[in-house]
């Protein structure tokens, strides 16, 4: 099998345990449970915070969590700053399955400021609807190359003093720098999700190690870099896709993927924020804060009034 269907093993999981409440379970979840294999018969990607700790009110402020329309939580995000503007990032397979289909926005939103996924809201939870998605357009299923994506709300999120938005990277991560991963992801390899929000400290593995043949010989491309340990134990993993790993106060990556979650010689793979802060930026810029029927129809409106007013 070449795709990996990492957002649609992520969305059975979900589509799992709802349906399993009604004893009506008909979803592929082996998907989940095993590996991809490569056409040698070597564990390609296995998609899945492992030895984390419980994250209290304000340790993580711009974590977001991307949902289904039924508050199913898919994947994370972060509420991040360039510049001026503020807006979603997340991971580019969190929103496109692995035939190039970009999820519908209508079946999306977002939740922002609550530690908790639970249906039940906590008490400044904030939801936001979704008004465009951007993928990176090189984004790559095969390789996972690439794997950030954009998130355009309808209306923005309100800053309290526990959710704000990160400042995107402005100088790229270094060798054994000292980064935070969280999520509400499964808290081990073949785990289930967790309801509250987990954190755990990592640091960036040298690439030369991580990408050497003992490990992902080759497959962390050039602008992705590798955090957790080479002896394994801590890492992000199933459903924590899309979620920022951040470093002094800034955000540094996105979780992107990894073999199997806190294996040994396997420490998870996140893209490099600061690379893509080009395409970001040009991104952000190209999209005008409301959208454009609201502008067509606004003009239509003032052209009207204008014409009255002339004769
Ligand atoms: N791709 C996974 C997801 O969809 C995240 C995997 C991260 N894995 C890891 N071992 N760090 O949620």
Redesign the pocket.
Known sequence: MKSIH??F??FCVFTFFIAQQFHSVNCEVPHLQQPVYDSDGNIK????I?GGTKAHEGDVRGIVSIQTWKNEHI?GGTWFRIGNKTQILT?A??VIDSKGHLFPKLLLQIMGDDLSISKSPGLHRQMRKVRKIVPHPYYNPENLQNDIAMIFLTTQFKETRTFAPIQLATRSVVDNQACNIAGW?YTAENGVSSIELLMANVSVVPREICNGAFSYNGRVGPYAFCA?SMGGGI????????GGITSQNQLVGV?????????RN????YTNAYHYRGWIEKTINASPAINQSTVLMLATVFAAIFARSMF
Not at 255 to 263: E, K, M, N
């Open positions: 990492l957002l093993s992520n990607f296995f998609p899945r492992v994947c991971a397979h969190c992801g957790g890492d992000t993993c199933q459903g924590d896709s899309g979780v992107s993927f990894g073999v199997g979650c806190g294996r396997f420490p998870g793979v």
